[in-house]
């Protein structure tokens, strides 16, 4: 699956000095040294991926193979992670690796006792070549077990650069411009925004900027974890400027409804595909892998982003996501597991997916002429000269029943609330009432 998940990461000519010999131009790298001494040996990984994902995925798996002799085989979960993996455990059939997208189902599965803290080299490599963000991301209690190997950047608006030309606006700087030229380009025939509301997580990321922006990142940290309850009227202030948007029928394809009824693919297609019904899709970078490699369009040409405005005169959010790679207790080969983390590591292997398109690594040692577009190219260069500043996406912090639950929790009442805007203050309540009972249990 294509999911939420996002960010911005270090300085550029830090990065191009970094480099050296281990950029994926193939100097030596850390992780088994391409000794076959994992012959005959085999490792499950499971993740979300489908698709152009899963299909780009396998080729770091495959390379992993060549390097060590190790085989691979992949196991997609769909989108309850926790679920799949608990049932899988509790089976005796558990996956050496999982990919894991959410720090809240991380720090679930440290705390079930589930997972094998990092390597010393794993370790090691992560504090020489990741901002220390990631670190924190992928630590519970001061333990690492996680190692984020790919990146979103979850504060991008995609858009059709023929559909903004027709309509005569330039990509905005502020949310409100963002609106009113959502407008124009709909007086000039097509609908400004594609909105994916049947997938409540695109929702949560739309949330998620506006709040960062409009109340700042100490608010932002403190609702993350439950710090503040979600009747704050900071939260009140964001879904009413969210709700601009929702109650706007002129500003989304198809109205409210029609966007209840467009999954995340669906609405990069709305403004990408054969017939365009929009002129903009709000979500990460992944939205130009869809619309490349489905589609047809060349980024950069047929479909650029601007960033996610700033809203209500704070600065413009940097929300990330990302897949954190973990090893199971359970898992029976845990040596080549954790030799395949080591490997995640190394510029070498981001360079593998980089190169295949619709992916952002934060690693900041790989070159970023790995990319394969000068879009892509520079999205990555932001992820990293963002460093410690990142937040990563709230839902995703939070535990999987409030935050990354299909039909539940906040998924839910966002939906809700698209479906009608008009009460804020009692979508906050819900959202609380919800929030209270996840974090207590």
């Known amino acids: 699956m294509m999911r939420r998940r996002t960010t911005l990461l270090a300085s550029c000519t830090a990065l191009a000095l970094a480099l050296g010999a281990t950029a994926c131009g193939g100097g030596p790298v850390s992780a088994g040294g391409g000794d076959k001494?994992?012959?005959?040996?085999?490792?499950t990984v499971a993740g979300v991926w489908?698709?152009?994902?899963?299909?780009?995925?396998?080729?770091?798996?495959?390379?992993?193979?060549?390097?060590?002799?190790?085989?691979?085989?992949?196991?997609?979960?769909?989108?309850?992670?926790?679920?799949?993996?608990?049932?899988?455990?509790?089976?005796?059939?558990?996956?050496?690796?999982?990919?894991?997208?959410q720090v809240g189902v991380l720090q679930q599965f440290a705390k079930q006792g589930w997972l094998e803290p990092l390597s010393k080299t794993a370790g090691a490599a992560v504090d020489a070549n990741y901002a220390s963000v990631w670190k924190d991301y992928g630590s519970v209690d001061g333990t690492l077990y996680g190692l984020y190997f790919k990146a979103a950047h979850k504060s991008t608006v995609w858009y059709s650069p023929d559909a903004l030309d027709q309509a005569g606006v330039e990509p905005p700087t502020t949310y409100d411009a963002m609106l009113k030229a959502g407008h124009t380009v709909s007086d000039s025939g097509l609908a400004a925004f594609s909105v994916a509301g049947q997938d409540g997580w695109t929702l949560t990321d739309w949330f998620e900027n506006i709040y960062l922006s409009q109340a700042g990142p100490e608010k932002?940290?403190?609702l993350a974890t439950h710090g503040i309850k979600w009747t704050d009227p900071t939260v009140v202030e964001a879904l009413t400027t969210l709700g601009k948007l929702?109650?706007?029928?002129?500003?989304?394809?198809?109205?409210?409804?029609?966007?209840?009824?467009?999954d995340f693919p669906g609405s990069v297609e709305k403004v990408f595909g054969p017939k365009p019904q929009a002129g903009m899709v709000y979500e990460g970078d992944?939205?130009?892998?869809?619309?490349?490699?489905?589609?047809?369009?060349?980024?950069?040409?047929?479909?650029?982003?601007?960033?996610?405005?700033?809203?209500?005169?704070?600065?413009?959010?940097?929300?990330?996501?990302?897949?954190?790679?973990?090893?199971?207790?359970?898992?029976?080969?845990q040596k080549a597991a954790m030799r395949?983390?080591?490997?995640?590591?190394?510029?070498?292997?981001?360079?593998?997916?980089?190169?295949?398109?619709?992916?952002?690594?934060?690693?900041?040692?790989?070159?970023l002429a790995s990319y394969g577009d000068d879009v892509t190219r520079e999205t990555a260069k932001s992820l990293v000269a963002a460093g410690d500043s990142v937040r990563f996406d709230m839902s995703d912090q939070a535990p999987a029943a409030f935050g990354g639950t299909k039909g539940a929790g906040e998924w839910k009442i966002l939906q809700d609330f698209l479906r009608d805007p008009s009460d804020p203050k009692g979508t906050a309540a819900e959202l609380e009432s919800a929030a209270a009972k996840a974090y207590k249990g």
């Not at 489905?294 to 005169?313: M, S």
């Open 286 to 333: 992944f939205v130009a892998g869809v619309a490349k490699d489905q589609f047809g369009r060349k980024i950069g040409e047929d479909a650029n982003f601007f960033p996610f405005p700033a809203v209500a005169g704070g600065k413009a959010p940097v929300v990330s996501g990302g897949d954190a790679a973990v090893v199971l207790k359970d898992g029976k080969n």
């Open 220 to 222: 932002y940290d403190a």
């Open 37 to 43: 001494s994992l012959d005959g040996q085999t490792i």
């Open 340 to 367: 395949f983390l080591e490997y995640l590591t190394t510029p070498e292997a981001s360079a593998v997916w980089a190169g295949a398109g619709g992916f952002l690594s934060p690693n900041k040692k790989l070159d």
């Open 246 to 262: 929702f109650k706007d029928k002129q500003l989304m394809a198809g109205g409210q409804k029609g966007a209840l009824n467009t």
């Open 50 to 101: 489908s698709g152009s994902e899963q299909k780009n995925f396998q080729k770091v798996l495959d390379a992993f193979t060549e390097k060590t002799g190790a085989k691979t085989q992949f196991v997609s979960t769909g989108d309850n992670v926790s679920t799949v993996i608990g049932s899988k455990i509790e089976g005796g059939k558990a996956p050496e690796v999982v990919m894991v997208p």
